[in-house]
């Protein structure tokens, strides 16, 4: 690698590392606090049902520690917290616009011997990696503390967790990077990212089109409940990311600065 | 079209929806040379600088910079290696230290000159540790500048760089623009409103008005070859004896470019009283240029 390419992505790292260490940070937290308020009854827990499953199959599902892990990290914690940062890493945007956002500077910026594919892709690739490790890291802490009550997640299995959860957080950012490119503005990119974020929480809760949603394979609920790994969804995320990336990248290659 | 030419545009266009800020540009400037880039408010500067850069895309027509084709994106990038920019806003992306946006700046540019790096950090008292975003206005210009020459560049591309900076500043940035020229013959294009700074400085003059070049030569041709002409009647002078002329009385000033010769014989054929011949400045042919566009 250059030293121009390592220092483009130092440059992506400094736009988008605050945001990256306050999901770190959250998912830590949420992590240990997993294991801090630790129920003596697991049946207390998740009354009305949770993000991953409905009530009466959280009822007949909360048996052990195992599941209570399943449905705490992976089928809520993990799921909200990679969607939001997936969100405020799109919202920094690929080349800042002019108008878009408080540290402009995009002219200094496409004055660089740099193709604006390679800009771009470079941010969304830091991007993609900070999810990963995001995704992973905590994961890896949510595994090994489980001993700590008692429980046990195996490693494997949460690494195969995370990994289903990365995959569909990753049609969710490419979507962010896309409405970002498009809109220009932070603001409109947040606001109109957060609103589908939330027509997808709608259409996940939603009984009838549940099996549609890409926050259901994050959950890996196929891959909990009945070992499968849905391979179809799993392809679809990856097409519609990568998809999406490439429509994003064509924007910020076509604009005028 | 001929690579001794730093920039060659031919009828260079560009519109923003149904404004057109560029209309059919055709300029020319040597390598080498210092050309001063004129025109008032939205005539056409910065969008024409952004198209050279490859920042904005062309609309229509062709252009070169350094003999690559500006319109190509491949060879657009090369164009901006050996290229240094001030751009109009002179802002930097993101919160790093002016030392950071320097590591970062150099890694890009392999003709990176530390020397002129080091000397204009102290000519300009920039400090390495400050945030290149938290700046203030003539400072971010010290900053942009000094990014802009350190860069080893065949070609400076200027929007109004010597913006927000005092008069010894101006005088130091005068002055290494200059020297660039002389040691590396770079060639320097840039647009200001400083008319006092591209007489000083430059050897070209390009004026442009509503999108299209007006004016292009040589500094020292434009002024040989123009003249303020006053001629002073003894009765009212006829209504368009001289077009453009402006009239005071029985007085007539006019600004005569290549035809002073013939002004002079015809004033004399009117029987004029006096016929003054001064010389100009380039506030004068640049605001007859406007004018007459």
């Known amino acids: 690698m250059s030293a121009a390419d390592k220092t483009l992505w130092y440059k992506a790292w400094t736009e988008t590392r605050w945001f990256f260490r306050i999901g770190i940070v959250f998912l830590t937290a949420s992590a240990f606090a997993l294991y801090f308020g630790y129920p003596d009854d697991y049946a207390t827990r998740f009354p009305n049902g949770a993000l991953a499953v409905g009530a009466e199959q959280v009822r007949a599902l909360l048996r052990d520690g195992h599941a209570y892990i399943w449905l705490s990290w992976f089928g809520t914690s993990l799921l909200l917290g990679l969607s939001f940062l997936s969100l405020a890493l799109a919202s920094t945007g690929l080349v800042r616009s002019p108008e878009g956002g408080p540290a402009p500077g995009v002219t200094y910026v496409l004055s660089m011997p740099v193709s604006r594919r390679k800009l771009a892709g470079v941010r969304v690739a830091t991007g993609f990696l900070e999810l990963t490790a995001a995704a992973i890291l905590p994961t890896l802490l949510v595994c090994a503390l489980a001993p700590t009550q008692g429980a046990s997640f195996p490693v494997g299995e949460g690494l195969t967790h995370a990994l289903l959860a990365l995959c569909g957080v990753s049609a969710l950012y490419a979507l962010f990077?896309?409405?970002?490119?498009?809109?220009?503005?932070?603001?409109?990119?947040v606001i109109g990212g957060t609103l589908l974020f939330l027509y997808g929480m709608f259409t996940f809760l939603a009984s009838g089109v549940r099996r549609f949603s890409v926050f259901r394979l994050m959950t890996g609920d196929a891959f909990f409940l009945r070992g499968e790994?849905?391979?179809?969804?799993?392809?679809?995320?990856?097409?519609?990311?990568?998809?999406?990336?490439?429509?994003?990248?064509?924007?910020?290659?076509?604009?005028?600065? | 079209m001929t690579s001794e030419l730093a920039i060659e545009t031919h009828e260079l266009r560009k519109s923003f929806g149904a404004k057109e800020a560029v209309r059919g540009l055709t300029l020319?400037?040597?390598?080498?040379?210092?050309?001063?880039?004129?025109?008032?408010?939205?005539?056409?500067?910065?969008?024409?600088?952004?198209?050279?850069?490859?920042?904005?895309?062309?609309?229509?027509?062709?252009?070169?910079?350094?003999?690559?084709?500006?319109?190509?994106?491949?060879?657009?990038?090369?164009?901006?290696?050996?290229?240094g920019f001030v751009s109009e806003d002179k802002l930097f992306p993101w919160s790093i230290t002016v030392g950071e946006l320097l590591s970062f700046t150099r890694a890009f540019y392999p003709r990176w000159r530390p020397d002129v790096a080091e000397r204009y950090l102290h000519t300009f008292q920039l400090p390495l540790g400050a945030s290149a975003g938290r700046l203030s206005k003539g400072m971010r210009s010290r900053l942009a500048l000094l990014l802009a020459l350190a860069r080893g560049a065949e070609l400076l591309l200027l929007d109004e760089p010597t913006e927000g900076l005092d008069p010894s500043m101006i005088e130091e940035t005068l002055k290494a623009l200059v020297a660039l020229v002389a040691e590396q013959e770079t060639t320097v294009f840039f647009a200001s409103h400083q008319l006092a700074h591209v007489e000083q400085i430059a050897d070209r003059v390009c004026i442009i008005d509503r999108g299209r070049a007006v004016l292009s030569d040589s500094l020292d041709e434009l002024k040989a070859s123009y003249r303020r002409v006053r001629l002073v009647f003894d009765e009212e002078p006829p209504e368009g004896a001289f077009a453009g002329a402006r009239r005071d009385g029985r007085t007539l000033s006019l600004l005569a470019a290549r035809n002073v010769d013939e002004v002079v014989a015809r004033a004399k054929a009117m029987s004029a009283r006096s016929v003054d011949v001064q010389p100009v400045t380039l506030k004068d042919i640049f605001l007859e240029s406007a004018k007459g566009a």
């Open chain 2, 28 to 83: 020319a400037v040597p390598r080498g040379s210092i050309c001063g880039f004129l025109g008032g408010n939205g005539a056409g500067k910065t969008t024409t600088l952004k198209m050279l850069m490859g920042m904005t895309r062309v609309g229509g027509g062709e252009g070169r910079a350094l003999g690559l084709r500006i319109a190509d994106p491949t060879l657009s990038t090369e164009i901006r290696r050996r290229t």
């Open chain 1, 229 to 257: 790994i849905p391979w179809l969804g799993v392809l679809a995320c990856l097409a519609f990311a990568a998809t999406l990336t490439y429509a994003s990248i064509r924007i910020v290659e076509g604009r005028d600065y």
């Open chain 1, 177 to 189: 990077v896309l409405l970002s490119a498009v809109l220009g503005e932070l603001s409109k990119g």
